[in-house]
């Protein structure tokens, strides 16, 4: 079995990288740092370094590997030190627009781009992409977080509209998209002081959860968007 993650220094990504390597100690696992290796890296993991909004670097990338059973895209932005989400409209700059879809929407298609002769072997293959409930239309009661919500929304997208182009080219390929729930990393760390303990969910805990989904989904469950909890949630 080959695996390749997508961030795999980030919180979430991370946690997965390490849940793979326990759960399938024969498998051939590769992971992407986009900058800085993590210090505490598994030396049993081939890293590799990508910018995975970048259409060059996902190229490249794809060339270094020959096939793949699973991708799992965990590349993802909320805030940085300059900027947080947005609580009106008024706060809305194209600059943190383009930076929230580059890195939450762009890797998806880059990734389907460059790897869908990876996946297409004549056994299940998975293709899935880390998303969020906030990305949903018809959940969204409460506004708020426009860059976030509307890239995440275009994630969605992608992952509905890659599907229905592989159902047909990789019929044997799972295109998913999975909401973590909110998951102790730094991405959620300014947002947690409303967050009850009971729904911070440590990145372990999370992985465990998506490889539940990863072990019940079947090539007909192409196309569906997960909650943490294997609850289908809806675009
Ligand atoms: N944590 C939550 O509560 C939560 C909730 C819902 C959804 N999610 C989603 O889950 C995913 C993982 O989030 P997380 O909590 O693990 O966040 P995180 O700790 O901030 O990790 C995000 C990772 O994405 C990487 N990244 C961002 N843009 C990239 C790019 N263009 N190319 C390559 N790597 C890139 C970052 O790399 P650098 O280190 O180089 O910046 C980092 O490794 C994200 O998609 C996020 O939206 C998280």
Same mark, same amino acid.
């Given at each position: 079995?080959?695996?390749?993650?997508?961030?795999?220094?980030?919180? +979430?990504?991370?946690? +997965?990288?390490?849940?793979?390597?326990?759960?399938?100690?024969?498998?051939? +696992?590769?992971?992407?740092?986009? *900058?800085?290796?993590?210090?505490?890296?598994?030396?049993? +993991?081939?890293?590799?370094?990508?910018?995975? *909004?970048? @259409?060059? @670097?996902?190229?490249?990338?794809?060339?270094?590997?020959?096939?793949?059973?699973?991708? %799992?895209?965990?590349?993802?932005?909320?805030?940085?030190?300059?900027?947080?989400? !947005?609580? *009106?409209?008024?706060?809305?700059?194209? !600059?943190?627009?383009?930076?929230?879809?580059?890195?939450?929407?762009?890797?998806?298609?880059?990734? $389907?781009?460059?790897?869908?002769?990876?996946?297409?072997?004549?056994?299940?293959?998975?293709?899935?992409?880390? *998303?969020?409930?906030? =990305?949903?239309?018809?959940?969204?009661?409460? =506004?708020?977080?426009?860059?976030?919500?509307?890239?995440?929304?275009?994630?969605?997208? $992608?992952?509905?509209?890659?599907?229905?182009?592989?159902?047909?080219?990789?019929?044997?390929?799972?295109?998913?998209?999975?909401?973590?729930?909110?998951? @102790?990393?730094?991405?959620?760390?300014?947002?947690?002081?409303?967050?009850?303990?009971?729904?911070?969910?440590?990145? !372990?805990?999370?992985?465990?959860?998506?490889?539940?989904? %990863?072990?019940?989904?079947?090539?007909?469950?192409?196309?569906?968007?997960?909650?943490?909890?294997? !609850?289908?949630?809806?675009?």
């Amino acid at each position: 079995m080959k695996i390749l993650i997508i961030g795999g220094n980030g919180g +979430i990504g991370k946690a +997965i990288t390490t849940y793979v390597r326990d759960t399938f100690p024969k498998a051939k +696992i590769f992971a992407t740092y986009r *900058s800085t290796l993590p210090e505490d890296k598994r030396v049993d +993991i081939t890293w590799l370094k990508a910018n995975a *909004s970048l @259409d060059a @670097d996902v190229k490249h990338l794809a060339k270094q590997i020959s096939d793949l059973d699973m991708l %799992i895209n965990t590349a993802g932005f909320l805030h940085d030190a300059a900027n947080k989400p !947005e609580k *009106s409209i008024n706060e809305f700059t194209p !600059e943190f627009f383009n930076q929230n879809l580059s890195s939450n929407t762009l890797p998806t298609l880059l990734l $389907a781009k460059y790897f869908s002769n990876h996946l297409k072997a004549k056994h299940q293959t998975y293709f899935i992409s880390l *998303s969020a409930r906030i =990305g949903s239309i018809e959940d969204n009661q409460i =506004g708020g977080w426009v860059s976030y919500r509307c890239s995440k929304a275009a994630l969605n997208m $992608a992952v509905k509209t890659i599907s229905i182009e592989w159902q047909f080219k990789l019929p044997n390929c799972c295109v998913i998209a999975f909401h973590p729930g909110t998951t @102790d990393t730094q991405l959620s760390r300014p947002f947690q002081k409303n967050v009850p303990p009971t729904k911070l969910f440590t990145s !372990e805990y999370v992985s465990q959860q998506l490889f539940k989904i %990863i072990s019940k989904v079947q090539p007909s469950d192409t196309g569906k968007f997960y909650s943490f909890t294997g !609850e289908e949630l809806p675009w």
